[in-house]
Protein backbone atom coordinates (compact mmCIF):
# COMPACT_ATOMS: atom_id res chain seq x y z
CA UNK A 1 0.00 0.00 0.00
CA UNK A 2 2.84 2.45 0.48
CA UNK A 3 4.16 4.30 -2.51
CA UNK A 4 7.28 6.33 -2.72
CA UNK A 5 7.37 8.19 -6.08
CA UNK A 6 10.57 10.41 -6.63
CA UNK A 7 10.79 12.96 -9.32
CA UNK A 8 12.78 15.74 -10.51
CA UNK A 9 16.27 14.53 -11.67
CA UNK A 10 17.97 15.20 -14.28
CA UNK A 11 21.47 16.35 -16.06
CA UNK A 12 22.77 19.93 -14.65
CA UNK A 13 26.14 22.00 -14.92
CA UNK A 14 28.38 22.33 -12.14
CA UNK A 15 26.89 25.56 -9.60
CA UNK A 16 23.19 24.41 -11.16
CA UNK A 17 19.99 24.18 -9.46
CA UNK A 18 17.26 20.95 -9.51
CA UNK A 19 13.96 20.73 -7.32
CA UNK A 20 13.62 16.67 -6.46
CA UNK A 21 9.94 16.00 -5.31
CA UNK A 22 8.76 12.65 -3.30
CA UNK A 23 4.83 11.83 -3.89
CA UNK A 24 3.90 9.77 -0.50
CA UNK A 25 1.29 7.28 -0.54
CA UNK A 26 -0.13 4.62 1.87
CA UNK A 27 0.94 6.30 5.20
CA UNK A 28 -0.29 8.79 7.88
CA UNK A 29 2.10 11.74 6.25
CA UNK A 30 2.20 14.44 8.68
CA UNK A 31 2.98 12.45 11.34
CA UNK A 32 5.84 11.04 9.78
CA UNK A 33 9.64 12.67 9.40
CA UNK A 34 10.62 12.03 6.06
CA UNK A 35 14.48 12.09 4.42
CA UNK A 36 16.19 11.87 0.78
CA UNK A 37 18.99 9.65 0.78
CA UNK A 38 21.28 9.07 -2.30
CA UNK A 39 23.58 6.62 -3.64
CA UNK A 40 26.24 7.11 -5.85
CA UNK A 41 28.20 4.55 -8.21
CA UNK A 42 30.60 2.30 -6.19
CA UNK A 43 28.89 3.75 -2.98
CA UNK A 44 26.51 3.44 0.10
CA UNK A 45 23.41 4.99 0.41
CA UNK A 46 23.96 7.68 2.75
CA UNK A 47 21.73 10.65 4.60
CA UNK A 48 20.99 13.29 2.70
CA UNK A 49 18.67 16.09 4.27
CA UNK A 50 16.06 15.25 7.15
CA UNK A 51 12.75 16.64 7.83
CA UNK A 52 10.80 15.59 11.44
CA UNK A 53 7.00 16.23 11.46
CA UNK A 54 7.40 19.73 13.51
CA UNK A 55 9.85 20.77 10.63
CA UNK A 56 13.36 20.31 12.53
CA UNK A 57 15.95 19.82 9.70
CA UNK A 58 19.07 18.18 9.55
CA UNK A 59 21.97 17.79 6.46
CA UNK A 60 24.42 15.87 5.68
CA UNK A 61 27.98 18.47 5.93
CA UNK A 62 28.70 17.71 2.13
CA UNK A 63 25.46 19.54 1.67
CA UNK A 64 24.69 21.67 4.37
CA UNK A 65 24.06 25.72 2.77
CA UNK A 66 23.05 24.03 -0.62
CA UNK A 67 20.07 21.58 -0.37
CA UNK A 68 16.87 22.18 1.42
CA UNK A 69 14.79 19.80 2.40
CA UNK A 70 10.97 20.97 2.98
CA UNK A 71 7.18 19.16 3.44
CA UNK A 72 3.61 20.04 2.29
CA UNK A 73 1.57 17.94 4.53
CA UNK A 74 -1.79 18.50 2.60
CA UNK A 75 -0.14 17.15 -0.79
CA UNK A 76 2.13 13.96 1.35
CA UNK A 77 5.26 15.67 -0.28
CA UNK A 78 8.66 16.18 0.25
CA UNK A 79 10.87 18.02 -1.54
CA UNK A 80 14.55 18.69 -1.50
CA UNK A 81 15.73 22.44 -3.28
CA UNK A 82 19.48 21.94 -4.60
CA UNK A 83 21.36 24.64 -5.44
CA UNK A 84 25.73 25.32 -6.50
CA UNK A 85 25.39 21.22 -7.31
CA UNK A 86 28.78 19.46 -7.97
CA UNK A 87 30.08 17.19 -9.35
CA UNK A 88 30.11 14.71 -6.65
CA UNK A 89 26.24 15.36 -5.88
CA UNK A 90 25.77 12.69 -8.61
CA UNK A 91 23.26 9.84 -7.37
CA UNK A 92 20.18 8.33 -7.31
CA UNK A 93 18.13 10.32 -5.03
CA UNK A 94 15.42 8.63 -2.85
CA UNK A 95 12.80 9.26 -0.32
CA UNK A 96 11.54 7.33 2.68
CA UNK A 97 10.99 8.01 6.37
CA UNK A 98 13.37 9.65 8.41
CA UNK A 99 13.22 6.65 10.86
CA UNK A 100 14.38 3.55 9.26
CA UNK A 101 14.57 1.25 12.28
CA UNK A 102 13.13 -2.44 11.99
CA UNK A 103 10.55 -1.97 14.07
CA UNK A 104 8.52 0.57 11.85
CA UNK A 105 9.25 -1.25 8.47
CA UNK A 106 9.75 1.16 6.74
CA UNK A 107 13.43 -0.05 5.17
CA UNK A 108 11.40 -2.59 2.80
CA UNK A 109 9.48 0.44 0.80
CA UNK A 110 11.97 1.94 -1.60
CA UNK A 111 11.15 3.79 -4.57
CA UNK A 112 12.40 4.01 -8.30
CA UNK A 113 14.40 6.81 -7.28
CA UNK A 114 15.18 9.92 -9.56
CA UNK A 115 18.56 10.52 -11.13
CA UNK A 116 20.97 13.40 -10.77
CA UNK A 117 24.36 14.13 -12.75
CA UNK A 118 26.37 17.08 -12.63
CA UNK A 119 28.71 16.79 -15.27
CA UNK A 120 31.26 19.53 -15.87
Known amino acids: QVQLVESGGGLVQPGGSLRLSCAVS????????WAWYRQAPGKQRELVAA???????NYADSVKGRFTISRDNAKNTVYLQMISLKPEDTAVYYC??????????????WGQGTQVTVSS
Open 26 to 33: GSIFSING
Open 51 to 57: ITSGGST
Open 96 to 109: NNADLRPSGGWSHY
